[in-house]
């Protein structure tokens, strides 16, 4: 035995602790989703169409990169939003080539109903936390979310 064994022993517990606890963290997230969107008969993509486009017009083809999805499935998902009165789609004003898509005021008003859902659906994880500990986490997870998986 080494003597970096018991350090490599407790790096090796530690990284298996934090990887159980944001997998246990993102079912738990992903089932209160689920839940909430199919109340609304939405899926888990477009819930996420939603809260994309909450803020902000996008180019098909941006809001495709958005979600990892090709142009094709893109194009679809988007029809499907578009039939429930949900999204709408415009000529982009800088290239008149390009399509944006952007949320109708039923879907403003779906995606603001939807947060408040899932807002008070996490409420006993998210206060179980300080105002400090909820400022870090949000932080933490956020500069987790810039570094992509391998």
């Given amino acids: 035995m080494t ?15 934090l990887v159980d606890a944001l997998a246990r963290s993102a079912f738990e997230t992903v089932a209160v ?3 909430i969107s199919a109340e609304y008969d939405l899926s888990l993509t477009q819930l996420r169409v939603l809260a994309i486009l909450r803020d902000r017009r996008l180019r098909m083809a941006g809001l495709a ?5 090709e142009k094709s499935t893109m194009t679809g998902l988007v029809d499907r939003a578009e039939k429930r009165g949900l999204v709408e ?17 039923a879907g403003l008003a779906l995606a603001d109903e939807v947060e408040v859902r899932v807002a008070a659906a996490l ?12 400022r870090r986490l949000r932080a933490l997870l956020e500069k987790t979310l ?4 391998h």
Avoid at 65 to 69: E, P, T, V
Avoid at 89 to 105: H, I, K, M
């Fill in 65 to 69: 990169d958005y979600l990892g999805l």
């Fill in 3 to 17: 003597n970096t064994q018991p350090i490599d022993d407790l790096r090796t517990e530690e990284r298996n602790g």
């Fill in 33 to 35: 989703l689920s839940r």
């Fill in 123 to 134: 409420s006993p994880v998210t206060d179980a936390l300080t105002p400090t500990e909820r």
């Fill in 89 to 105: 789609r415009a000529p982009s004003e800088t290239d008149r080539r390009a399509v944006e898509v952007y949320l109708s005021a």
């Fill in 146 to 149: 810039t570094t992509p998986p």
